[in-house]
């Protein structure tokens, strides 16, 4: 082979070392390094997510050795629809929470103290006696038609079965009324006390954000004074002049 030969051979194998470690460089530069420790604790690296490790975390790597991001393990379907429940249950829990924080701030701003507490409650209790004390006055006024037809009915004392129809039929209804009345009364005394206790469970409540609302924030504590060194007190004590 001529010498020219071998330059040209020489001149041709440079270029491709060149080519070969400008396309590695270039793969480095945009490509990842994934890392792990499988399940028998050898650490394993490659170029792409890594098989022998799809149950546990991975590590992508940057070529200059920084981690890119952590990929977690691959789960089952089962794990994956219990982590998808878990989560919603977690969401759930705050919505819950961001509700309950807004109608407690709803509730502080409705009654900002007992007063304004204990006036609702007492409309609301006005309101069912005021439903009670029609009820009872419409059984007065039954009662009272009723003393009419039992006048009418003293006639037939004797023999009541010889009364009108009409007569008795009219005792009746006044009679099915009235107890219907004194049922009506009943449930509204159950009324009160529903309208108290919700009253009281409030007030329970309230009580709770109101002192919260009265706590003072703790003003930040002042950084404590370091004592100066027993040579700089008798460097000063000395520096006094003499009397």
């Not at 794990?79 to 829990?93: N, V």
Request: include cysteine; glycine fraction near 4%.
């Amino acid at each position: 082979m001529s010498k020219s030969a071998w330059i040209l051979g020489g001149v041709w194998l440079v270029c491709l070392s060149a080519e070969m470690a400008w396309a590695q460089s270039q793969a480095a530069s945009t490509g990842g390094i994934y890392t792990c420790v499988d399940r028998n604790g050898r650490r394993l690296t490659a170029d792409r997510p890594i098989p022998e490790c799809l149950d546990r975390e991975q590590r992508e790597l940057s070529p200059s050795g920084t981690t890119r991001r952590q990929i977690g393990p691959s789960l089952t379907e089962l794990e994956r629809s219990a982590l998808e429940a878990q989560k919603r249950k977690e969401a759930e829990e705050q919505a819950r929470i961001v509700e309950e924080r807004r109608r407690e701030r709803a509730l502080v701003a409705r009654y900002p103290n007992k007063a304004a507490h204990d006036v609702e409650r007492a409309a609301a209790i006005q309101l069912v006696d005021d439903v009670t004390a029609t009820a009872e006055k419409r059984i007065t006024e039954l009662k009272a038609e009723y003393k009419k037809l039992e006048v009418e009915m003293e006639f037939y004392k004797k023999d009541p079965n010889k009364a009108p129809m009409n007569l008795r039929r009219k005792m009746g209804e006044i009679e099915e009324s009235v107890a219907e009345q004194q049922r009506f009364i009943a449930g509204q005394e159950q009324e009160k006390r529903r309208v108290h206790q919700r009253f009281d469970t409030e007030l329970a409540q309230l009580r709770k954000l109101w002192d919260a609302q009265r706590v003072p924030p703790v003003p930040p504590s002042a950084p404590a004074l370091a004592p100066a060194p027993a040579g700089a007190a008798a460097a000063s004590a000395s520096s006094l002049p003499a009397r």
